[in-house]
């Protein structure tokens, strides 16, 4: 008996969605005299990160914002980007600052974030964002960790009283996706490099959640017939191209995966976007 292919999580038309309204709301804003505008501040010569910031300039440009690279040397100093993060902070012609990763060696992002304030931190890196986030709190959240829930909502997934694992525990996309779950009134379990028998652990998992930056982690072994799988994996492959945390045998036992690129990415960009304009008008109001 031959399975049934996994349906396709395409996350395009939701991200389409999203910077459709953001281009009306930045138009809003800019012909009120605030045109919403973006600082990424990079200090890496990654070449696919560099790709992935290009990206954001060109879709924050094509919505209506504006977008500035801040280009730092990749050998600088933590005190020089917490300077820069600082700096655009309190340049109150920016709405929305992130800080991309990865860093130089002996930056830890966690400590460079906190000097970004809270109502610029429009990627939720900021660990007070983070500490508001799990009290329920309003906060940016990272955007990946939202675009999985935008995801799986564009779809019709339900999650009150599903049972999700999320895979990995990066303050990215893991601890923040878990709190946005459980408020969503999902049973959450949080696993990672350490568990103990994760095949057994995601195989009780009505949806799993692949954020572990591992290439081909989770496979057909790891799921219980017809499961959905969120692939939040951005791999770099030799060949330049993108490979996600999930082997292409689950989709041989999935009922629905999303792809790596054109699931979780697009949207994650366009909730940057969103997020940018959301302060923006805050800011606008005061």
Not at 32 to 51: I, K, Q
Not at 81 to 97: K, P, Y
Request: some cysteine; proline content about 7%; overall charge negative.
């Amino acid at each position: 008996m031959t399975a049934t292919p996994s349906v396709a999580l395409d996350g395009r038309p939701r991200a389409a969605e999203i910077r459709a309204e953001v281009a009306l709301a930045a138009a809003e804003s800019a012909a009120g005299g605030n045109r919403p505008r973006l600082a990424v501040v990079v200090a890496t010569e990654d070449e696919s990160t560099a790709w992935y910031v290009r990206s954001i300039a060109r879709a924050a440009e094509k919505a209506g914002l504006a977008c500035d690279l801040v280009t730092l040397p990749a050998d600088s100093q933590p005190a020089l980007i917490r300077e820069e993060l600082e700096r655009l902070s309190a340049d109150r012609s920016v709405h929305g600052v992130i800080l991309q990763t990865p860093l130089p060696k002996g930056a830890v992002a966690a400590e460079l974030a906190a000097a970004l304030d809270p109502a610029k931190d429009v990627d939720g890196a900021n660990p007070l964002s983070l500490g508001r986030l799990a009290a329920g709190l309003p906060a940016f959240a990272p955007a990946t960790a939202e675009a999985v829930v935008q995801l799986l909502d564009f779809h019709d997934v339900p999650l009150s009283g599903r049972t999700v694992t999320v895979v990995g525990r990066s303050t990215v996309v893991g601890k923040p996706l878990a709190h946005l779950l459980l408020d969503r009134d999902a049973t959450v379990t949080v696993a990672h490099s350490r568990t103990a028998d994760l095949p057994a652990v995601t195989r009780q998992a009505d949806i799993v959640v692949a954020a572990a930056g591992r290439i081909g982690l989770i496979t057909a072994e790891h799921l219980r017939q017809g499961a959905v799988v969120v692939d939040v994996g951005t791999n770099p492959t030799p060949e330049g191209g993108l490979a996600g945390d999930v082997d292409a045998s689950a989709a041989t036992v999935a009922g629905a995966v999303s792809p790596v690129p054109g699931g979780v990415g697009p949207i994650t960009t366009a909730l940057l976007l969103r997020h940018t304009v959301l302060a923006a008008r805050r800011a606008a109001e005061g």
